[in-house]
């Protein structure tokens, strides 16, 4: 159980385009999701927690309106980069906490390429 | 951010066990332990957590210390499996903020 998946495992983009990057809980509900970007040879970095109904908050240095993320229904939480540049570039990865649980299941992550 | 220290890398050898430290000095009365690892290029696979007595599962085992600022993982008998980076994480208001890790290698 605890199966979270992510949509596309990777892409490449031209500078300038939109990305819209899928992450859904397959098989419970989750209230909360949450985004990292991992740099090669860094560890991940938070980059925002997505609330079901609600906006999602974004940690210091991140900025909301290029990194947009929508949590429209308990099983889809969707990361859209906006206006991509190169520096974009990273691996991006989803989690997902059950409701009254600690831990997070992470997805398989999104490779993602502006050229 | 919610600060852990681990040892960049360490080594074991096959069918031995292997105990990876954690120093989170800063650690809250209520904050879980969680022990997360990373294969290349793959999102982090959960292996343990706890919060003040040790725990056990079929992967590994947690061992806490008594005051709570530092714990192990325990890999009883590593396998060339086992080789990833672990990263030791403490909740802090429900998210995970991830230090660098340690590269375990594994030889054969």
């Known amino acids: 159980g605890a199966v979270v998946s992510q949509h596309p495992s990777w892409v490449i983009c031209k500078s300038g385009t939109s990305v819209k990057i899928e992450c859904r809980s397959l098989d419970f509900q989750a209230t909360t999701m949450f985004w990292y970007r991992q740099f090669p040879k860094q560890s991940l970095m938070l980059m925002a927690t997505?609330?079901?109904?609600?906006?999602?908050?974004?940690e210091q240095g991140v900025e909301k309106d290029k990194f947009l993320i929508n949590h429209a229904s308990l099983t889809l939480s969707t990361l859209t980069v906006t206006s991509a540049h190169p520096e974009d570039s990273s691996f991006y990865i989803c989690s997902a906490r059950q409701p009254g649980r600690g831990e997070q299941y992470f997805g398989p992550g999104t490779r993602l390429t502006v050229t | 951010d919610a600060k852990t220290t681990q040892p960049n890398s360490m080594e074991s050898n096959e069918e031995e066990p292997v105990h990876l430290p954690c120093n989170h000095s800063t650690i809250s009365g209520t904050d879980y332990i969680h022990w997360y690892r990373q294969l290349p290029s793959q999102g982090p696979e959960y292996v343990i957590h706890?919060?003040?007595s040790n725990v056990n599962n079929r992967m590994a085992s947690l061992a806490i210390a008594e005051d709570r600022k530092s714990s192990t993982l325990i890999l009883h008998r590593a396998t060339l499996r086992d080789a990833a980076v672990y990263y030791c994480?403490?909740?802090?208001?429900?998210?995970?903020?991830f230090g660098s890790g340690t590269k375990l290698n594994v030889k054969p």
């Open positions: 994480i403490f909740d802090n208001f429900n998210k995970f903020y």
């Open positions: 997505s609330n079901e109904g609600s906006k999602a908050t974004y």
């Open positions: 706890g919060l003040t």
